[in-house]
């Protein structure tokens, strides 16, 4: 008897453990509000409100506000002005003004109570699966009582809520033009067949380092629409993305301090694309076997022209399949990282859009100005969700392949665990590739079009 209550308790630790971890993050996440503070003091910008039009040369007559465009000429329509009388521009109106974020100002966007609860619930999902990879789990007592189960059931419900919030953000009204909508989803469909092309195995294992021979057709369809899925999803957030990078970087060199970042944020940008970019080349097998000594003790070698070429450089093959995962974690810690700086390159680029319509011509037309640094006011947290979702997604997804092999053991009518195990974090470590795939490719590609003048920062 107190073999068995001993044998109970030590098998039960980990289970204890996660549980009071969970609430202890949930805790200190409520009574803190970190969401709040990872956004807190970024600049925003706001033109004035022209509070007596008729003495507005007055220093009185100003006032800072969030305000829809026109809703205050709306009400006493402006006489015409006959093209005689010489036209004198208001300086005040050209006015523009700089805001520290706090949380008042945050509580009043849009999507700010699905990026609180988003940000929230996932990090403490991930810090849950951080604290599994460090604790000793037993599977022979099943995924309940040595804690598995607390991580599996927090990851699974944080990618799902991820993938909705990315879904529904990417839908909304009049956050995006309808033309982005469009090419959304038909790289959607175009992704769903590329999918089918590759899980059905068409591109052979020598291209492709994915192996999709326990899949049955089921599950390999399945596959190929979540992939398409992503795709779809990821063209809003990786466009804003490019456009950060572009106006962060100042590769329009216009030289102003107030749209590009400083040096920090800068080399965190570049750091996010290079890593990023050499990650997703990582299971692209001729790439790959550039880095792999195919002279190793047991390794085995290919029929590429690297294997003599490059044969007695580089890692055993074991070395170089762990550390292309811990890359997928860089990768998304560094995506995670640069969120802040994306989202203060949205609110700068509707400084650069006030700067190019005030120095356009003599006389400026400011009201889109006025309507661009509204929206960017108003859909901020509708970014920060397209910027924070593809990054904690990919760190959920790494969290699902530290499992132990035989994780699944213990549920209910489930006889071939281990082979389920297997197949899950083989699932897991393909989508969380795919994403950082399709999130460098579509940055890429939408970068080249900046650079070739095809698409503009306006």
């Excluded at 308790?9 to 805790?27: G, K, P, W, Y």
């Excluded at 550390?323 to 998304?332: C, I, K, N, Y």
């Amino acid at each position: 008897m107190p073999s068995s209550l001993t044998s109970l308790i030590l098998s039960t630790n980990n289970l204890v453990l996660h549980t009071a971890f969970a609430i202890s993050l949930t805790l200190f996440f409520s009574f803190f509000k970190i969401p709040s503070l990872f956004l807190h003091s970024l600049h925003t910008y706001i033109h004035p409100d022209d509070v007596n039009p008729a003495a507005s040369s007055s220093p009185g007559g100003i006032r800072a506000a969030i305000r829809r465009p026109g809703s205050l000429d709306s009400d006493q329509p402006k006489p015409r002005k006959k093209s005689k009388d010489k036209f004198e521009f208001d300086e005040n109106k050209a006015q523009i003004f700089r805001l520290k974020l706090s949380e008042g100002h945050l509580q009043s966007r849009i999507y700010f109570n699905e990026f609180y609860s988003a940000f929230n619930f996932t990090l403490i999902a991930f810090s849950s699966l951080i604290l599994h990879t460090f604790l000793r789990v037993d599977t022979n007592f099943g995924l309940v009582k040595n804690g598995t189960v607390i991580p599996l059931l927090l990851g699974s419900v944080g990618i799902f809520r991820l993938l909705f919030f990315i879904i529904r953000v990417g839908f909304e009204k009049s956050a995006s033009k309808r033309l982005e909508k469009q090419l959304s989803c038909v790289l959607g469909v175009l992704g769903f067949l590329l999918g089918l092309i590759i899980v059905f195995e068409v591109i052979p294992k020598w291209v492709l380092d994915f192996g999709f021979k326990s899949f049955d057709g089921l599950g390999k369809f399945l596959l190929a629409v979540l992939m398409g899925c992503i795709v779809g999803c990821l063209y809003m957030p990786s466009l804003r993305n490019a456009r950060a990078f572009w106006l962060g970087t100042d590769q329009i060199r216009c030289n102003l301090s107030i749209i590009s970042c400083g040096w920090f944020s800068r080399s965190l940008l570049y750091a996010n694309y290079t890593i990023a970019l050499f990650t997703s080349l990582l299971w692209i097998s001729p790439f790959a076997e550039f880095l792999i000594n195919k002279n190793a003790v047991g390794a085995r070698r290919g029929p590429h022209m690297a294997n003599e070429l490059f044969g007695y450089v580089g890692m055993s093959r074991s070395i170089f399949y762990s550390s292309r995962q811990w890359l997928l974690l860089v990768t998304g810690l560094l995506q995670f990282l640069t969120v802040r700086s994306n989202v203060q390159m949205f609110l700068n680029e509707a400084v650069l859009c006030w700067y190019q319509r005030l120095h356009a011509s003599k006389v400026p037309e400011l009201d889109y100005s006025r309507a661009k640094v509204f929206l960017h006011n108003h859909y901020l947290c509708l970014v920060v969700v397209q910027f924070f979702a593809p990054s904690m997604l990919v760190l959920l997804l790494f969290g699902f392949t530290q499992f132990d092999d035989n994780f699944l053991k213990g549920i209910p009518g489930l006889e071939n665990y281990s082979a389920y195990s297997n197949l899950a974090k083989e699932v897991a470590l393909f989508v969380a590739w795919w994403i950082v795939f399709v999130w460098t490719v579509l940055s890429s590609a939408i970068l080249v079009l900046y650079r070739r003048g095809s698409l503009y920062v306006s």
